[in-house]
């Protein structure tokens, strides 16, 4: 045993669009992980820091709202966000704007903080 670990949680998420419109809106929820998996420089002190990444509260739902029954996952950040476009290998992109007709995005977010038997007791 060499300490606690910060627990990892990894999604993917397939697309398929099916016209311009639709690649436009996959490519934008694209770039808003991208950006909220990144720091920011600190003008205050000349673009020398770094301000920490977005936050991410992450709940699985059901019908009734929260699912109680699934761990709970405290807070954390995007850790990694890979995207595959065309994954099942061919290379195909849409007449009109040659965005892809097919992507893959991977997330893995860690947690911020370490989990104890208390947290755990807790439902996490």
């Not at 490519?27 to 673009?47: E, R, V």
């Not at 991977?106 to 911020?112: H, I, P, S, V």
Request: aromatic residues 16%.
């Amino acid at each position: 045993y060499e300490g606690p670990q910060f627990r990892q949680f990894s999604y993917s998420f397939r697309f398929w669009p099916r016209n311009k419109d639709e690649a436009n809106r996959v490519q934008n929820i694209i770039k808003l992980f991208k950006y909220h998996m990144h720091p920011i420089t600190d003008k205050a002190y000349y673009g020398r820091m770094f301000r920490i990444p977005s936050e991410f509260e992450i709940h699985y739902l059901c019908k009734d709202g929260v699912n109680d029954k699934l761990n709970k996952i405290s807070r954390c950040a995007l850790s990694d966000c890979e995207v595959t476009y065309n994954p099942d290998g061919n290379a195909k992109f849409f007449d009109e704007g040659n965005s892809p007709v097919s992507y893959q995005m991977d997330l893995t977010f860690k947690e911020l903080e370490f989990m104890t038997k208390d947290k755990i007791r807790h439902g996490y």
